[in-house]
C-alpha cells in the first residue's frame, strides 16, 4: 500500500524537460529525506537521487530532486529515448516505522 | 562491485513456506542495514521488512507482520527472508536491497520471483 502519491505518466520530446511530483505527509517526506528509484523495462530499481537533491556517481546532472515541505519533486531535463522508465519515490515513514514508496510513473519519450 | 544475489523463490501453495536468502558480495556486509521490497507483476514497489547491521532491530510491513521473519548470519554474508502463510497476494518479486543507512536503499539485486498459487 503506497503513501507517497505520484502521476501515473509523464511525456516529453526529446530535449524537454518533464518533472515528476510525489506528494506524502507530515510522518513521511516532511520527517525524511526523500529517494528516487528508475527501473527501466525488465530490470531492477536503480537509485537516482538520494537526500532529496543528490546524485549517486554516475547519473548524470539532467536528474535533480527537490523537497518542499510534504512534497517532493524528480526532474529531468534533455530528455532522451533511454529515460524511458518507471520512477519512483520513497521516504521513511515514522507512523508505519518502515520505508514507503510513491505510486510509480511512467516516463515515455515522445 | 557491489553484488545482491537472491536465491529460494518458486511456487508454493496457499499457506505454505518459503525461505528466501541473499548472498552479499563487493562490500563489507556487517556494516550495511539490509532490506527486503518487493514488486508484484505490472505493480509497483513495495517495502516488505528491515533489519540493523546487529540483526538487533526488525522491521516489518504490517501486511507481512507475524508471517514473516527476516535475519541474517554477517558470518556468512547472507540475508533471509523466512515467509510462512503465504498468501495469493504475497505473489511478487522479492529484491533484497543494501541500505547504507536504514532510511535509504542503495543496491538492489536482481530479484528472486514467487509464486503463490494452488
Known amino acids: 500500500q503506497s503513501v507517497l502519491t505520484q502521476p501515473p505518466s509523464a511525456s516529453g520530446t526529446p530535449g524537454q524537460r518533464v518533472t515528476i511530483s510525489c506528494s506524502g505527509s507530515?510522518?513521511?517526506?516532511?520527517?525524511?529525506?526523500v529517494h528516487w528509484y528508475q527501473q527501466l523495462p525488465g530490470a531492477a530499481p536503480k537509485l537516482l537521487i538520494f537526500d532529496s537533491n543528490q546524485r549517486p556517481s554516475g547519473v548524470p546532472d539532467r536528474f535533480s530532486g527537490s523537497r518542499s515541505g510534504t512534497s517532493a519533486s524528480l526532474a529531468i531535463s534533455g530528455l532522451q529515448s533511454g529515460d524511458e522508465a518507471d520512477y519512483y519515490c520513497?521516504?521513511?515513514?515514522?507512523?508505519?516505522?518502515?520505508?514507503?514508496f510513491g505510486t510509480g510513473t511512467k516516463v515515455t519519450v515522445l | 562491485e557491489v553484488r545482491l544475489v537472491e536465491s529460494g523463490g518458486g511456487l508454493v501453495q496457499p499457506g505454505g513456506s518459503l525461505r528466501l536468502s541473499c548472498a552479499a558480495s563487493g562490500f563489507t556486509f556487517s556494516r550495511y542495514a539490509m532490506h527486503w521490497v518487493r514488486q508484484a507483476p505490472g505493480k509497483g514497489l513495495q517495502y516488505v521488512s528491515a533489519i540493523t547491521t546487529n540483526g538487533d532491530r526488525k522491521y516489518y510491513a504490517s501486511s507481512v507482520k507475524g508471517r514473516f521473519s527476516i535475519s541474517r548470519d554477517n558470518s556468512k554474508n547472507t540475508l533471509y527472508l523466512q515467509m510462512g502463510s503465504l498468501r495469493p497476494e504475497d505473489m511478487a518479486v522479492y529484491y533484497c536491497?543494501?541500505?547504507?543507512?536504514?532510511?535509504?536503499?542503495?543496491?538492489w539485486g536482481q530479484g528472486t520471483l514467487v509464486t503463490v498459487s494452488s
Open positions: 507530515s510522518s513521511n517526506i516532511g520527517s525524511h529525506t
Open positions: 536491497t543494501r541500505a547504507p543507512v536504514l532510511q535509504l536503499v542503495d543496491y
Open positions: 520513497a521516504a521513511w515513514d515514522d507512523s508505519l516505522n518502515g520505508n514507503v
